[in-house]
């Protein structure tokens, strides 16, 4: 079979391998697709002590359950032959946070694609025992390529339940990539009246309009004042009752506190660097304004298995922001397309 090899920083190559061994509680999946994720990308760029070189990344596949171990545990619904999604985010099950359903909280989660389970960049993936509760069936019509957008979808759906929009509410999303776009379209699901959204890079609006712009009472580039006087301007002075930050930035962070009304509820959806996380916020503007901040990672089973639903009934108006696809051969060429910012959610087809 063919997989595409991390070589080093920027350096991917597609190489003749052979198959995964099939675990007895696991399983192999035939890859249809896999999302380049915006995590894929970081550690392409940057590297990633838990993909040592070479490593096969990937961690958004959709595909057939080729094979199954005889002793694996399948999810009702979902046994061999089925198309179906592999969720990524890999749980005990058995700590504080499973038990309570928050799987994305797990004390001991670990990451498909990542040290120790080699990602879906491949033409056959292995499903190891841990991630075969994360198997979801697909809709019939849904098609590949659209549901790879499962993984980061759920994520998303997960801020917008911690931004708790209201019908009437005004809301800002800063930052325009695939994240954004789908909390604005979840936001305006949930009633919001007005939704704005905030973008530093002009052509990366420009391509975020054009595919949510339906949804959009209005965009704009971030400037020097990272949009808070657009915002207060349109809303004369009171600011956002909700504001989901979507992109990794300190500068980002300190503007939604500037530009949330009293009493807004702000998420900061992005992480920072890992090497630089701390970022100074103007504190008098949570104290005197009773701004709740709050924190969104990941996603749930439930959410997970509510956002196939939602994608398979929304396939015309979500399809549109799948703007790139290539084949395994031209996986480098869909990293350079993240890189430029000229895509939006990125796909590769084995």
């Known amino acids: 079979m063919r997989a595409a090899h991390m070589l080093a920083l920027n350096s991917v190559e597609v190489h003749e391998t052979e198959e995964p061994k099939l675990d007895p509680a696991g399983a192999l999946l035939r890859v249809e697709a896999c999302g380049i994720c915006g995590t894929d990308a970081r550690t392409y760029f940057n590297g990633d002590p838990r993909a040592?070189?070479?490593?096969?990344?990937?961690?958004?596949?959709?595909?057939?359950?080729?094979?199954?171990?005889?002793?694996?545990?399948?999810?009702?619904g979902v046994s061999a032959g089925d198309r179906v999604f592999l969720g990524s985010i890999l749980t005990c099950?058995?700590?504080?946070?499973?038990?309570?359903?928050?799987?994305?909280?797990?004390?001991?989660?670990?990451?498909?694609?990542?040290?120790?389970?080699?990602?879906?960049?491949?033409?056959?993936?292995?499903?190891?025992?841990?991630?075969?509760?994360?198997?979801?069936?697909?809709?019939?019509?849904?098609?590949?390529?659209?549901?790879?957008?499962?993984?980061?979808?759920?994520?998303?759906?997960?801020?917008?339940?911690?931004?708790?929009?209201?019908?009437?509410?005004?809301?800002?999303?800063?930052?325009?990539?695939?994240?954004?776009?789908?909390?604005?379209?979840?936001?305006?699901?949930?009633?919001?009246?007005?939704?704005?959204?905030?973008?530093?890079?002009?052509?990366?609006?420009?391509?975020?309009?054009?595919?949510?712009?339906?949804?959009?009472?209005?965009?704009?580039?971030?400037g020097d004042d990272n949009g808070v006087a657009e915002v207060l301007d349109r809303t004369s002075g009171a600011g956002a009752d909700r504001v989901s930050v979507a992109a990794p930035s300190k500068q980002a962070q300190q503007a939604a506190l500037e530009m949330a009304a009293k009493r807004a509820r702000v998420v900061f959806f992005a992480g920072l660097p890992k090497h630089d996380p701390v970022?100074?916020?103007?504190?008098?503007?949570?104290?005197?304004?009773?701004?709740?901040?709050?924190?969104?990672?990941?996603?749930?089973?439930?959410?997970y298995r509510i956002t196939m639903g939602y994608l398979d009934r929304r396939q015309d108006e979500l399809a549109r922001m799948v703007t790139h696809r290539f084949p395994l051969e031209r996986i480098a060429e869909g990293f350079e397309?993240?890189?430029?910012?000229?895509?939006?959610?990125?796909v590769v087809l084995p």
């Open 52 to 76: 040592p070189e070479p490593w096969v990344l990937g961690h958004e596949p959709v595909g057939v359950l080729e094979e199954v171990g005889p002793e694996a545990d399948l999810p009702p």
């Open 93 to 222: 099950g058995e700590c504080r946070w499973c038990l309570d359903g928050l799987q994305n909280l797990c004390e001991h989660h670990l990451l498909y694609g990542y040290e120790p389970f080699p990602g879906a960049y491949a033409d056959v993936a292995a499903v190891p025992p841990i991630a075969t509760k994360n198997l979801i069936p697909l809709p019939a019509e849904l098609p590949s390529d659209l549901a790879t957008v499962a993984d980061p979808f759920a994520c998303a759906l997960n801020g917008m339940e911690v931004l708790d929009v209201r019908i009437g509410d005004t809301v800002v999303i800063v930052g325009g990539g695939p994240i954004g776009c789908w909390q604005s379209l979840m936001a305006r699901d949930a009633g919001a009246a007005r939704i704005y959204l905030i973008e530093a890079s002009p052509a990366r609006l420009e391509l975020a309009m054009s595919v949510a712009g339906h949804v959009l009472d209005g965009g704009w580039v971030a």
């Open 279 to 303: 970022s100074q916020l103007d504190m008098n503007q949570l104290h005197y304004k009773e701004l709740a901040i709050l924190g969104a990672y990941g996603a749930t089973h439930r959410q």
């Open 337 to 346: 397309t993240i890189r430029s910012g000229t895509g939006l959610k990125v």
